[in-house]
């Protein structure tokens, strides 16, 4: 099975950091979840988002997440392929070059790589996206299109695979997201 990297970080979306964590672990995959700065046994804290009819999402706190590997021993080669979960996370890890380093490695090996919602975020600020389809939380379209790729506006609940890259709007897509990214694996 695929030994998997995560890279998550405060506020990280719950459903979409705990679900594919646990559902490709149960799938029989193995699963490093890590954060800059931060070490095996350590926690981020999550955030719920939902969708009630509002402007956006609103925002709830959520869990507090156990990383189960240490950032700093990351060697990103060594990994079959990248998970990059939503929430607020991917605003801030878009500014650590060793995150833009890890996610650039994935599209140049060409190795299976999986976005949710702002997890575009990231992904735009390592260059990866130009000439790409990529889904994301409607708000990210912008960043989508400003760094050369096209913005799938699909319904909440669909998923969207380009070449080895899977991403999806927000986590009521999980279903269609994992198996299209677990059919890549």
């Avoid at 605003?91 to 575009?120: Q, S, T, W």
Wanted: proline share 6%; hydrophobic share 45%.
């Amino acid at each position: 099975m695929a030994k998997i990297l995560m890279i998550t970080g405060d506020f990280t979306e719950d459903y979409e950091t705990m679900v594919p964590f646990q559902t490709l672990l149960a799938c029989d995959h193995s699963v490093d979840a890590v954060c800059p700065g931060r070490k095996a046994g350590d926690t981020v804290k999550t955030a719920i988002h939902d969708f009630e009819g509002d402007q956006t999402y609103s925002e709830k706190p959520g869990h507090n997440f156990a990383l189960n590997a240490d950032f700093d021993a990351v060697d990103a080669a060594g990994y079959d392929a990248l998970v990059v979960p939503g929430g607020r996370a991917p605003e801030y890890l878009r500014m650590n070059p060793e995150v833009l380093a890890m996610v650039r490695h994935f599209f140049d090996a060409g190795k299976p790589v999986a976005a949710i919602c702002h997890g575009a975020q990231l992904l735009a600020a390592a260059g990866v996206l130009k000439g790409r389809t990529c889904s994301a939380y409607p708000a990210c379209a912008y960043e989508v299109t400003a760094s050369g790729g096209t913005f799938a506006d699909i319904a909440v609940t669909e998923a969207v695979t380009d070449g080895n890259l899977v991403t999806a709007p927000a986590w009521p897509a999980h279903p269609a997201w994992l198996k299209q990214f677990m059919a890549l694996l």
